[in-house]
């Protein structure tokens, strides 16, 4: 056990998971000697060298269709897109290969990757419009796949080892935020968190809120916030969008009466709403209060400039207002 | 031919290589007729490509080396072991079709134990898959060529181009085949591009490049065969186009005559590698006339057969539908 | 006034506009000689050359990219995706640029284009997994696209005149069934139907149904089923998906207090979650009946074969039964 | 140089060039020192590529001409007329920063009056734009040239590709750079792909090709005033590659000691393009050192001014985040 960032592990997945097996290879653009331009492979390319630590093209469309050639053909790729951002040049072959080909085949062949993306931003990250993209309602919206965006290290360490064993193309995301800035106690060895479940961070009985990734810290610390003001929230952690967990996110609807659907990403059509949506079918009877969300506006991004990024990121005190109101409705 | 041998053919393999092309052709007319008869929503054809598909297919090794073809490419999945039963239980989308069990359109081919790979409809996807697939055979220390092919219009996108790159990085087996039969649908090559061949565009990548008249089977046989040589001695990929015509409209959706005059129609069917073949054949005197008859009435049998046969087969069930999404089941 | 078909709208709303603006070009695969492989452009490079009417090099990202190009320096495109699941080779040029441009050179340029694209599919269709997908929930998520999808002939003309007029791109979704099923008398001469505004079809007062495209069809029969059965259903067209008709979204809610929102696509983070999540929080005091959606199921695709056509696309019958349903509850 | 025109250019023209040529670098370097400085939190440089990018301007005409850039032209857009405030208003993401009002990154120049284009992070889309305005303006009857640039690595993408063949199927007045540095960010060319020059590319698209060492400022001029000629006399695009340093990391969150060696480094400087360019003036009679120091002078305060100034100006508003998302806005 020692403490780790949320990108040593990253780091410690692959090393590990690579270590496991040899037909664990990674791929991506500055992944190589650069380590990564995130840090999040440094020292791979020295361990496993340059046949299965890959500094690609520039082109992510080759990234995601060399690594599904890969992995039709024996291989367990590790790709990276540098930033989700710059993922859409290789969207089709996500969108009309990886998740289509296991199921167009009738089940004769299978593609064991991982698509791994950093993703995206809020105060302090300076990203903008091109480095700050939270890009899950795309990937998640495409069956076949499964896409997973952990908040804690833990997690990530556990589901990475997870996906990359899986025998099905999973999109996992990264929070930027989260790379330095969450740490936690972790295991040195090998251990699995399995692709699926939510998880409940934290009970209360007046309010549920569901987020992942680096909202769900600002959550936790919302409701931190809130129960000091004699509202205590239930925190679920929807650590894996597809398939999602409706079970654990329709009780904790069930349990509370309130629910508060929180994403970094554009509100309308984001994932969120498929989440409000459920909740508002399933858990409809027992529900005291309008199924609301809080989501980044429907403009094309995070702002460069201080205020802009502000403006546009929702965060702990957005989130407690919200609640609160709900929690009063 | 004084000898028996053609670049090491013998007068059995340039049998053989008649008899597949004659089979792909009778199994694409049936299903054309299929079609016109309204027995089955649609067909699209390799009439006129089958000649160059056993030429280069021929160079390869079924059971080794593995094709990533796109949906012409009839003669080609033949070559690599698909039986007209096969064929013709995915052109009925039968749930016991080997290609995807009635999920995908005909010519979709798809077959693991033959090596042939899944494709789908967004056309020139596939070569990146075989970058991809090289990689790996070159990785796990195989020793294949990966076999690709599209069409000269789907050689715009920019997916090719990325796949031709890959390959030129990594000096990959693969074997990129471009079947250049003028037009894509109604789109001439004129307007796809500003060159006059594909396979200009290879030095670009670091690749060798090649056209071949997709008429001259032994010809493009021999380009094949120096292709995959090359790839199997580790000096990487070859871009190898073939010019074929397209004898049929581009699928049966399509109507020619909206966008090809009469005449340039007429003209085509001079092109028809079927009958080249046969009759350089007996000039080389490799056949007469009465086996040419006898392979066709055993290949017609074998199509009316394979054809019975699938029309019988079970239809896919209503639950069909949901089996099979993910290799690894999610229980929550 | 005339009866005209679907697809006949569509030319004709491009023929009148090209005649009417020279600015206005039509680019894509087959558009040209070929008329458009559903017909939607015939006769019109013979009317207006084909400096006008492009027949494109067979490369989406270019049609989608160059299309940008043009509408950046003073001409209006309208770019056809063959058909929409080819769409995706282009997607980054519309993810990254179309939405944006405006917006990131902060007024400085604009993108007024139009992208047509032909979608969905159904018994009958036989498009299998690749030529029968609905893709709105990947164009109506990315911010400064607007998003139509027409369900009559009328609204078709009268939406594409405007969506060429318009200074923004908008994403033109024409649903393949539609083409030459549906029929109705319109306009010979000019008029616009504005982007925005959806539209109530029917009134009734047990229940309210959401679509379009070809579902609002389906709904339109499933509503006359349910009529005869006692039960008189609201159908709200909701022919603008970007940006949302909200306000009649949500009165129509309120009016019956039961709802159904139905679309083609695959269920989970489909368009339809969207429209739920805002009636699950905006109408929530006036519903009786959990919100619920009926749409295809999470498998990558329409299947070839007729039984798995039938069994994944929705339609009256099994509208009628969801909505009997909630009906009841 | 014996008399004052070499290549019909004055020696206003080449003092000119040079000021041009300073002021990027200068701009650049005190973009770098105010981000060390903690005044900024990014900037990404264009020293050792300023030579060539002037070089080549240098051949469009600013007013008429239209440039989609990448973000290291920075020599480019002060040809085209952005004024070092514009410049550093962009850097301090000031609400009146033209590009974007503090919207995007700095370094993403757009500027509609001065023909400066919009362009995104994502790397070569603007490479289509381009081509897309080209045909407008053919199609508008305009006598205009468009140029468009990347790095060698952008070259790896697809859609670059399409560019290119675009351009060759329409002859489109286009001027394609790659500015090539021989790195992308930590990537060597040399697995970027298996040739040495992009711009052997040119000839699958039927466009002319030609690679010019960016050092030679003149080289570059001359390369860059045949292909705007080309393309103004109606014979389409051309694809003109100048070999590069790059001085710097490839931002400021960049440590090119990950992945470069110290002698590499050091290498590098002996290629300033800045340096050689005074000198080989310097050579030709057409300045002196005293003229050299007066120019560098007047650069640092205009720098200095254009900084203060800047530094100055408004932030932009919480509110601005929500404006001008549509040209056409709706009301519901
Ligand atoms: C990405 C994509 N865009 C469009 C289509 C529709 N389409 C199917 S085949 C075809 C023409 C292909 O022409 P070519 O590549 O020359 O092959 P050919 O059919 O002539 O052998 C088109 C446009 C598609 N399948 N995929
Ligand atoms: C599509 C896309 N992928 C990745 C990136 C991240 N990125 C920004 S610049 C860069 C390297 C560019 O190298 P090159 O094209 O050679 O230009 P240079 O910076 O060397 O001038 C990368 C990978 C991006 N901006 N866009
Ligand atoms: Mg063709
Ligand atoms: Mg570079």
């Given at each position: 056990m020692a403490e780790k960032f949320y990108v040593d592990a990253v780091r410690e997945a692959m090393a590990e998971e690579m270590a496991r097996d040899e037909r664990v290879v990674l791929l991506g653009e500055d992944v190589g000697k650069r380590g990564g331009v995130f840090r999040a492979s440094v020292d791979l390319l020295d361990q496993f060298g340059e046949r299965r630590v890959i500094d690609t093209p520039l082109a992510e469309a080759s990234i995601a269709g060399v690594a599904i050639g890969m992995a039709l053909h024996g291989l367990r790729p590790i790709a990276e897109m540098q930033f989700a951002d710059f993922s859409f040049p290789g969207f089709n072959q996500v969108q009309s290969e990886a998740g289509r080909i296991h199921y167009r085949s009738n089940g004769g062949w299978k593609v064991p990757m991982v698509l791994r993306m950093p993703y995206g931003g809020g105060p302090g990250v300076h990203g903008a419009l091109y480095h700050s993209q939270s890009v899950e309602a795309f990937y998640a919206h495409i069956p076949g796949l499964k896409v997973v965006a952990p908040a804690f290290p833990y997690d990530v360490k556990g589901l990475l080892k997870a996906a990359i064993r899986d025998d099905d193309p999973v999109v996992f995301l990264e929070h930027k935020k989260c790379y330095r800035a969450i740490k936690q106690e972790i295991p040195d060895g090998d251990y699995l968190v399995p692709i699926g479940p939510a998880e409940v961070r934290r009970e209360g009985r007046h309010i549920t809120l569901y987020a992942y990734g680096n909202m769900l810290h600002e959550s936790l610390k919302a409701a931190e916030e809130l129960s000091r003001q004699g509202i205590e929230a239930t925190v679920v952690d929807v650590r894996t969008l597809k398939p999602l967990d409706k079970k654990t996110i329709v009780e904790a609807a069930k349990a509370t009466g309130r629910v508060l659907v929180v994403y970094e990403d554009n509100l309308t059509y984001g994932a969120g709403a498929e989440i409000a949506a459920i909740i508002a079918d399933e858990a409809f009877m027992h529900l005291d209060a309008p199924v609301r969300r809080l989501a980044g506006p429907d403009v094309p991004g995070i702002g460069y400039a201080s205020v802009l990024e502000k403006e546009f990121t929702p965060d702990a005190a957005k989130i407690a207002a919200a609640a609160r109101e709900l929690a009063e409705f | 031919m004084a000898d028996d041998r053609r670049m090491g053919l013998t007068k059995e393999d340039l049998k053989e290589m008649y008899r597949l092309m004659l089979l792909a052709r009778r199994l694409d007319e049936r299903q054309w007729q299929l079609n016109r008869m309204g027995q089955a929503p649609f067909a699209i054809g390799c009439r006129g490509h089958e000649g160059a598909q056993i030429g280069i297919s021929w160079a390869l090794k079924p059971g080794r080396d593995i094709v990533l073809p796109y949906y012409r490419d009839l003669g080609v999945v033949l070559r690599m072991g698909m039986t007209p039963k096969e064929v013709m239980l995915d052109f009925f989308a039968k749930a016991e079709g080997p290609s995807s069990g009635g999920r995908q359109m005909p010519s979709h081919y798809s077959h693991p134990q033959k090596g042939i790979v899944t494709q789908s409809s967004?056309?020139?996807?596939q070569t990146l898959h075989a970058a991809g697939m090289a990689y790996a055979a070159q990785q796990l220390k195989e020793d294949r060529v990966f076999y690709t092919s599209i069409g000269e219009g789907s050689a715009s996108q920019g997916e090719f181009h990325e796949a031709l790159n890959w390959a030129g990085v990594y000096k990959l087996p693969v074997l990129f085949v471009v079947q250049n039969n003028q037009y894509a649908i109604s789109v001439p090559a004129s307007k796809q591009m500003a060159v006059d061949r594909v396979s200009v565009r290879a030095a670009g990548f670091g690749l060798a490049g090649v056209t071949v008249d997709g008429l001259k089977i032994l010809d493009v046989y021999e380009a094949a065969k120096e292709a995959v040589e090359r790839a199997r001695r580790g000096e990487g990929a070859t871009l190898l186009e073939v010019m074929v015509p397209?004898?049929?409209?581009?699928?049966?959706?399509?109507?020619?005559r909206t966008y090809m005059t009469q005449e340039e129609m007429e003209a085509l069917k001079h092109r028809d590698p079927v009958g080249h073949f046969a009759s350089f054949l007996k000039e080389q005197g490799v056949v007469g006339d009465d086996e040419l008859a006898a392979i066709d009435q055993e290949v017609r049998k074998e199509v009316d057969q394979a054809t019975d046969e699938a029309q019988k087969a079970a239809d896919p069930r209503p639950e069909d539908l949901y089996t099979r999404l993910y290799a690894t089941p999610i229980e929550l």
């Open positions: - | 967004t056309v020139a996807t397209r004898l049929t409209g581009h699928s049966t959706d399509d109507d020619p």
